[in-house]
């Protein structure tokens, strides 16, 4: 299994923007699917965005148009370009790949 490990988290005003990343320990290049996850305070964790190796695309309702990801496989990286964030996408966002999951980093989305 692959390690995970994410960054780009911070504090946003809302309709701001930020870029998560997540690097992989290993190749994701076999990997069928790589998601972003997010868990707000007091919630369960919900799937955010999900690209397949072949690069199809697939997001929750509450984020499309929004949010876009991607995936470069020859550097075994994941991104999640967030746009016109609201208060509510604050969460701790994860990077998933079949059983493995990053430590998460936090999105707090404030005036």
């Known amino acids: 299994q692959v390690q995970l490990v994410e960054s780009g988290g911070g504090l946003v005003q809302p309709g701001g923007s930020l870029r998560l990343s997540c690097a992989a320990s290993?190749?994701?290049?076999?990997?069928?699917?790589m998601n972003w996850y997010r868990q707000a305070p007091g919630k369960q964790r919900e799937i955010v965005a999900s690209i397949t190796r072949g690069g199809s695309t697939n997001y929750a309702t509450s984020v499309r148009g929004r949010f876009t990801i991607s995936r470069d496989n020859a550097k075994n990286m994941v991104y999640l370009q967030m746009n016109l964030l609201k208060p509510e996408d604050t969460a701790v966002y994860y990077c998933?790949?079949?059983?493995?999951w990053g430590q998460g980093t936090q999105v707090t989305v404030s005036s």
């Open positions: 290993g190749s994701i290049a076999s990997i069928y699917a």
């Open positions: 998933n790949a079949q059983a493995s």
